[in-house]
T-cell receptor, first 113, second 117 residues
């Protein structure tokens, strides 16, 4: 089954404790992206990647890191999480092209205390 | 900068009736793509339908159709024969084709649709 898999689905942690949210897709998509969704602010892009070893900042990259060592994986790293990073996070992937629908993972709900 | 506006924070519809969810967009680009996504209360984001700016015919996918009026910069989603399972948040989104290598989706604030039995 074609899908984007995020883990974990839910996480409650404390300020400063490094965490990684994994994202994996099995559709051979070149393009991958991370978004966060917050009430009143909608979905905002954090980072994106056009291909292996090619990543770039989105609109709200502060406090986050990403890597793309393999085509299928695009982990989101919070080196020192803070409460303002409490949010619902989505990983998305697609083929290259603005006419390609992005397929989303089921979301990761992070709470930073 | 591009912008998506969804003016209906919430909509109600009776089961089996049709409903239209409004979306207007603002861009100076001629080449762009418009998408609708559904987000149920469980949280996942589900792709519904796509319309390209150069597509002459309105897109349709099963019970979903997109009423695309380019001159008015509107891309309304029409759901025919509503079902209880259609109750969800619906997002209109856009990608600018000339936006370099970043196919960033710009989302509207969403419309919460409730289907009543």
């Amino acid at each position: 089954e074609a899908q984007v898999t995020q883990n974990p689905r839910y996480l409650i942690t404390v300020t400063g404790k490094k965490l990684t949210v994994t994202c994996s897709q099995n559709m051979n998509h070149e393009y991958m992206s991370w978004y966060r969704q917050d009430p009143g602010l909608g979905l905002r892009q954090i980072y994106y990647s056009m291909n292996v070893e090619v990543t770039d900042k989105g609109d709200v990259p502060e406090g986050y890191k990403v890597s793309r060592k393999e085509k299928r994986n695009f982990p989101l790293i919070l080196e020192s999480p803070s409460p303002n990073q409490t949010s619902l996070y989505f990983c998305a992937s697609s083929f290259k092209g603005a006419n390609q629908p992005q397929h989303f993972g089921d979301g990761t709900r992070l709470s930073i205390l | 900068a591009q912008k998506i506006t969804q003016t209906q924070p919430g909509m109600f519809v009776q089961e089996k009736e049709a409903v239209t969810l409004d979306c207007t967009y603002d861009t100076s680009d001629q080449s762009y793509g418009l998408f609708w996504y559904k987000q149920p209360s469980s949280g996942e984001m589900i792709f519904l339908i796509y319309q390209g700016s150069y597509d002459e015919q309105n897109a349709t996918e099963g019970r979903y159709s997109l009423n695309f009026q380019k001159a008015r910069k509107s891309a309304n989603l029409v759901i025919s024969a509503s079902q209880l399972g259609d109750s969800a948040m619906y997002f209109c989104a856009m990608i600018i084709r000339g936006g370099g290598s970043n196919y960033k989706l710009t989302f509207g604030k969403g419309t919460l649709l409730t289907v009543n039995p």
